[in-house]
């Protein structure tokens, strides 16, 4: 069935609607998460969005790295827009 007329410009309208809306909750759980993390770890360096890709890099002890991984759950949870990764650690004296 091709929508005609008022009924395709409504439809039109609902998508841009819900795409805007997807995008707005997107950047709000982004940015709830870059503050979860400022409160949570000292040393945060966020780097520029490239291809769709943030990327966060954490300063830590590899003491906590196991509670890390626990925080990477909840905050999956709590973004479900996002896909959140551990990457390897990077060696000692290796600058972003």
């Given at each position: 069935?091709?929508l005609?007329?008022?009924?395709?410009?409504?439809?039109?309208?609902?998508r841009?609607?819900?795409?805007?809306?997807?995008k707005?909750e997107?950047?709000?759980?982004?940015?709830?998460?870059?503050?979860?993390?400022?409160?949570?770890?000292?040393?945060?360096?966020?780097?520029?969005?490239?291809?769709?890709?943030?990327?966060?890099?954490?300063?830590?002890?590899?003491?906590i790295?196991?509670?890390?991984?626990?925080?990477?759950?909840?905050?999956?949870?709590?973004?479900?827009?996002?896909?959140?990764?551990?990457?390897?650690?990077?060696?000692?004296?290796?600058?972003?």
């Open positions: 069935m091709e005609t007329g008022r009924d395709y410009f409504s439809a039109k309208k609902k841009f609607q819900s795409q805007a809306a997807y707005q997107q950047q709000a759980e982004l940015d709830a998460l870059h503050r979860s993390l400022l409160q949570t770890y000292s040393d945060v360096v966020h780097s520029p969005a490239s291809d769709g890709i943030h990327r966060t890099y954490l300063l830590l002890p590899r003491s790295e196991a509670e890390l991984w626990q925080q990477v759950d909840h905050w999956q949870l709590q973004c479900p827009h996002w896909q959140i990764e551990i990457g390897e650690a990077l060696p000692p004296y290796h600058f972003v």
